[in-house]
């Protein structure tokens, strides 16, 4: 739990440093390339051909491309049909998609880890909800493609590690997930990016290096570590804390308007949904599986 709770501080920032220095200012396509590339260029150095075999490779690169790349492409489009409270909202649903998808991988169905992901579904809901437009439908739809492909990402990554016969050092071979990311990022920058709208000020430019080199690059790195580390119910839990987080980052340092009680309320919610999968769930399947 140390490393994702560490990721959930480091990337509570990332929220408002997006929508108040980047957000209608600085084209999304370049700015997920350029974070994806950064991140790439921290981690590609420590590749050793040692640890590095064809599936291996492979198998991380479709992780990364579907973590990072792939749920970009749907994320940034779905802001064409909702609003920004909106996209926060239908994301709630991610914890979902990973304890179905963790317990697909493993042909079984853990209705415990379900229970604990969908109180921290409930508590997100909380402080999310909002009223929807009348293209929610297809907004809806469209986020849930970006749910999908970041747990996905997640739960193959997991997967992955728990698969490999030797102890790899992670930090070895994670280079690969970035360059599957790039591998979707720079064709999508390409096709739909708006050179017109590349950063302007130092400001911006200096954002922009500090979400790809710490954000993206040391922050997904820890943020996969943790996650071979935490059975499902605790990494879809976790998916959903960065809310709250997020949040809290934004009212003290940017003042934004929140509805305080509604934070509380769900924040309370998604602690108690982490102390039951801690300290009840965990003892529960184990003794199950066991059985």
């Not at 409930?122 to 749910?147: H, P, R, S, W």
């Not at 709250?244 to 934004?250: D, K, M, Q, S």
Request: with cysteine.
């Amino acid at each position: 739990m140390g490393y994702l709770s560490a990721v959930t501080l480091l990337w509570a920032f990332s929220f408002s440093l997006i929508g108040v220095y980047l957000a209608g200012q600085v084209d999304a396509w370049f700015s997920v390339l350029t974070r994806v590339s950064l991140a790439a260029l921290v981690f590609l150095p420590f590749l050793r051909r040692q640890y590095l075999h064809r599936s291996l490779a492979l198998k991380i690169m479709m992780v990364g491309a579907f973590q990072l790349g792939i749920m970009y492409c749907f994320y940034y489009q779905s802001f064409l049909y909702l609003s920004v409270p909106e996209v926060l909202l239908f994301t709630i649903f991610t914890p979902i998609y990973v304890t179905l998808i963790y317990d697909m991988l493993h042909r079984r169905f853990s209705a415990w880890y379900l229970a604990t992901a969908a109180i921290a579904v409930l508590g997100a809901a909380v402080i999310k909800f909002e009223g929807i437009n009348e293209d929610f439908i297809t907004g809806f739809l469209i986020v849930q493609g970006a749910n999908l492909s970041f747990a996905i990402g997640q739960v193959g990554y997991k997967r992955i590690m728990e698969q490999e016969l030797q102890d790899i050092p992670q930090h070895t071979v994670f280079g690969l997930f970035y360059l599957g990311a790039v591998c979707v990022a720079l064709p999508m920058f390409l096709l739909f990016g708006n050179t017109e709208q590349l950063p302007t000020t130092s400001t911006q430019w200096g954002i922009l290096i500090y979400l790809g080199t710490i954000a993206s690059g040391l922050g997904y790195f820890l943020w996969n570590k943790g996650a071979t580390l935490v059975n499902a119910g605790a990494l879809a839990i976790m998916n959903n804390a960065l809310v709250p987080a997020g949040l809290i980052v934004n009212i003290l340092i940017w003042n934004r308007d929140v509805d305080l009680v509604r934070l509380s309320i769900g924040g309370v919610i998604i602690i108690a949904s982490l102390w039951f999968n801690e300290t009840w769930v965990k003892r529960k399947v184990a003794l199950a599986n066991a059985a």
